[in-house]
């Protein structure tokens, strides 16, 4: 059984007080989907600089927690799974370069073509940047190497570190649920039914850094691997289909809610779409965005007018508006709305207005299979994703 050395936390402890280096979608996509292989490499090495960085930062919050938090068996579990991968990281074996080598890399990194600027994401609160400091360090994600050959070394390492971290990824899958398993000891502990401010912004932190370190590992994962399809450059698509995205996130809630209230057939879900819109996005990210608030809207309409009442429920409608410099999706029913004591929590882990469900005890595989609501995760979850 894996356990935290004190020398291996004196390490976290080190590697927690570096920043992390932000990498944009707009970054990503330079590399093509098939980059070279010294591209791939001097990618493999940011990474392996850059994930323990954040796996750092995450063990020793996790370490810091308010009050009893932390020692609720589940978190402990958690802590002890990034720990576990920080060490992995760290005790990876780098490849020995040559001067020769190493003096062919940083002349082409002086050559390097700019990084694009990054459009702000306005939703989130904007930092100074230190990307010109970055860059001339050339501590960064993407650096075009590709008429540089490369050894039989540097072809293992970045075939081991893909192996690692993709094992890395397997091990982190249940974490959510897990970690919601231990909000649930959390508030039995404590006798509460809500948790507090502290609680749920650490929540907040959490899953958004969990978002990055997994979009990281699963972008040079399958630049490395595959699928290589058509408009993709890893996982994200250069020309994500947003009619297509939502209709299959329809099909999907509608699967769900037919299942669990034994329903020939669920609310009609009509789309208003204005012609095919497309824009570079991860798919994968919006359809869970679109998927859980559907699932809401779904519950709503079949709990307000009962199982009876199946062919004549009102349908559910999904607008997808695009404007100037957004794309709005709006989502109504008439399933009831919130009530007005639930608005101001309604974005809180673990509130929900559904019949709270309780964790199997294979709670922690991989292939846990989402309710159709219960847990409180799906809102805050969905507004984490941002870009």
């Not at 958690?78 to 020995?96: G, H």
């Not at 959510?176 to 502290?198: C, F, L, P, W």
Request: charged share 25%; proline share 6%; glycine share 6%.
């Amino acid at each position: 059984m894996f356990k935290i050395t004190p020398q291996l936390y004196e390490k976290i402890k080190h590697f927690a007080q570096f920043p992390q280096t932000g990498v944009s979608l707009k970054q990503m996509v330079m590399f093509g989907q098939r980059p070279a292989a010294a591209t791939f490499f001097k990618a493999s090495q940011f990474l392996h600089e850059e994930l323990p960085i954040r796996l750092a930062h995450r063990v020793k919050e996790l370490d810091e927690l308010p009050q009893s938090l932390g020692e609720m068996p589940s978190i402990l579990k958690v802590k002890d799974w990034y720990a576990q991968s920080f060490q992995e990281l760290i005790e990876l074996s780098r490849p020995e370069l040559s001067s020769e080598m190493k003096a062919t890399f940083r002349n082409a990194m002086r050559n390097s073509e700019e990084l694009p600027q990054s459009t702000p994401n306005l939703a989130i609160p904007q930092k100074s940047s230190t990307s010109r400091y970055q860059n001339m360090l050339g501590h960064r994600y993407y650096n075009n190497f590709e008429n540089i050959e490369c050894t039989p070394s540097i072809v293992a390492y970045a075939d081991a570190f893909v192996r690692t971290i993709e094992g890395i990824k397997r091990r982190h899958d249940p974490v959510v649920t897990t970690m919601a398993q231990g909000i649930m000891e959390y508030k039995q502990h404590r006798k509460a039914n809500m948790i507090d401010s502290d609680v749920q912004q650490f929540l907040d932190r959490f899953y958004m850094s969990r978002i990055g370190i997994r979009m990281l590992i699963g972008q040079h994962s399958a630049l490395y691997r595959g699928p290589f399809m058509r408009n993709y450059v890893g996982v994200i698509c250069t020309r994500t289909n947003i009619r297509e995205i939502a209709q299959d996130a329809v099909e999907n809630a509608r699967f769900i809610c037919e299942d669990h209230y034994d329903l020939f057939k669920a609310p009609e879900v009509q789309m208003f779409c204005p012609g095919d819109i497309e824009f570079m996005y991860v798919p994968s990210h919006l359809n869970h965005m679109v998927f859980e608030l559907l699932k809401n809207s779904l519950r709503a309409v079949v709990e307000r007018f009962g199982s009876d009442y199946e062919d004549e429920y009102p349908p559910i409608k999904l607008i997808i508006a695009h404007g100037k410099e957004d794309i709005t999706i709006k989502i109504s029913d008439e399933g009831g709305g919130l009530p007005r004591s639930g608005i101001p929590v309604v974005w809180t882990y673990m509130y929900t207005t559904a019949k709270a469900q309780e964790l199997e005890p294979e709670f922690n595989k991989s292939e846990f299979k989402a309710p159709m609501a219960g847990f409180g995760y799906g809102l805050p979850i969905s507004r984490l994703v941002k870009y």
